[in-house]
């Protein structure tokens, strides 16, 4: 069970909301356990799972009723187990959370598998299924529209979090 | 190496799989040039950022541990027989051959879109709601009657009906389309109600007026299925024979 949080965590900037996330890892553990005599022992067990929840993802995210419970709840509450200490530290959380969401499905998968769960690039090319050298360009442009997309507006650059962003995502002339 | 081709090798993830020689070169390159030395630190930093807003956000696990190792317990107790697992290639060969008759069968007796979403609906119904299969359910008054305005917004929802009373709330999907699914129950009966939220039910199943229409009844294991239409939405109710049809009936008449 090491790997629910990491699963959730990812599961959850897929799906959209708390439930579908939680019945998405729910179901990637549960076909994990049925499946485990096909898992290769001194392989990367966060790898094989992840394969499992993305190919699940792949199976049902286009189906209607997932984007309409997505759309249905995208309003609910954040978590209350946020454990950002400050209102300040909240927002700015929730706004690079936002910019996240905001990359295409592919681009924010490569970025959370690569990023944040810490996998190889050849590791996601066998998960999504892809080239690695999609895998790199998916990675290149969702960086890319990350920046753009926490490009601090002119003129707001004076508190702590503007500085933030602006150290992360400072134009090209630097 | 000049600028313009490092650029494109800065992300950490990315500069960390290439071929020694590149690294070499890029190495080399961010040694001479202050610039892009800046660019790596951004690199770096939006990586920090990513990753700490992504796992401070991390909802608790502790509820979905308890809900998937009661699931894994279930599935244990429904792991067929060894001998079973052994002889699996004839088991899956007789189970085709079973689908493939049932299947032509099913066309026979013309089943149809209705049909197959009151199974699921019914599946749902024995697995959700009968073995309590953990699922996320808002069991709160004030939760349920907030996921009942976003989800059939304008629908005046009953708290009670045939004697029974709304216990939970889900959203779930029956066939690929979405579904309120509603639990009304008392001490020894529970009842679901299907609000069907994208597709209206198969018209040819439809009933013109608003009495219920029973379309499909399994006495044998103690579920009957009754559905109707209201405003174009359809709406499928799951549970004992002698219950379900007055809860579709005085739905059908209420809502």
Request: net charge negative; hydrophobic share 45%; aromatic share 6%.
């Amino acid at each position: 069970m090491q790997y629910v949080c990491a699963l959730l965590r990812t599961a959850r900037r897929l799906c959209g909301n708390r439930e579908s996330a939680e019945d998405l890892v729910q179901e990637t553990m549960l076909r994990a356990w049925k499946a485990f005599d096909q898992y290769q022992e001194q392989t990367n067990c966060k790898a094989w799972l992840f394969t499992i929840l993305m190919n699940l993802w792949n199976e049902h995210h286009r189906k209607p009723w997932v984007r309409h419970e997505a759309a249905v709840q995208d309003d609910f509450e954040p978590d209350q187990q946020a454990v950002a200490s400050n209102s300040d530290d909240r927002v700015f959380i929730h706004e690079v959370l936002a910019c996240i969401d905001r990359l295409t499905e592919d681009q924010r998968a490569v970025l959370l598998l690569s990023v944040v769960e810490g996998l190889a690039l050849r590791e996601i090319a066998e998960i999504l299924q892809v080239p690695i050298g999609t895998v790199m360009s998916r990675l290149g442009r969702a960086r890319a529209a990350l920046r753009e997309y926490l490009r601090p507006s002119p003129g707001a650059l004076a508190g702590a979090r503007e500085r933030k962003l602006c150290d992360a995502v400072k134009p090209k002339g630097y | 190496m000049r600028c313009r081709e490092a650029e494109g090798l800065l992300a950490p993830q990315i500069s960390e799989s290439l071929d020694a020689a590149t690294q070499r070169d890029l190495a080399l390159h961010l040694d001479t040039c202050a610039a892009c030395r800046a660019r790596l630190q951004q690199e770096y930093e939006l990586d920090r950022l990513v990753v700490a807003a992504v796992t401070q956000e991390a909802p608790a696990t502790d509820d979905l541990v308890a809900r998937i190792e009661h699931a894994i317990d279930g599935s244990r107790r429904r792991q067929p027989l060894f001998f079973l697992q052994r002889r699996w290639p004839a088991f899956a060969g007789a189970a085709v051959v079973v689908l493939l008759v049932a299947l032509a069968v099913s066309r026979f007796t013309a089943a149809n879109s209705m049909h197959l979403l009151c199974q699921d609906a019914v599946d749902d119904h024995r697995t959700e709601v009968v073995l309590h299969e953990p699922r996320h359910w808002h069991t709160n008054s004030s939760d349920i009657a907030d996921l009942v305005r976003r989800t059939v917004p304008g629908t005046q929802v009953p708290q009670s009906v045939a004697g029974l009373s709304l216990q939970k709330a889900r959203i779930c999907g029956l066939l690929q389309a979405t579904a309120l699914h509603l639990v009304y129950g008392n001490g020894s009966q529970q009842v679901s109600v299907f609000f069907m939220l994208q597709r209206e039910l198969p018209s040819d199943s439809l009933p013109s007026q608003a009495a219920a229409n029973r379309l499909h009844e399994e006495t044998d294991s103690g579920i009957a299925v009754a559905s109707f239409a209201q405003d174009g939405m359809g709406v499928v109710v799951v549970g004992g024979p002698e219950i379900a049809p007055h809860v579709a009936d005085q739905l059908a008449l209420s809502l």
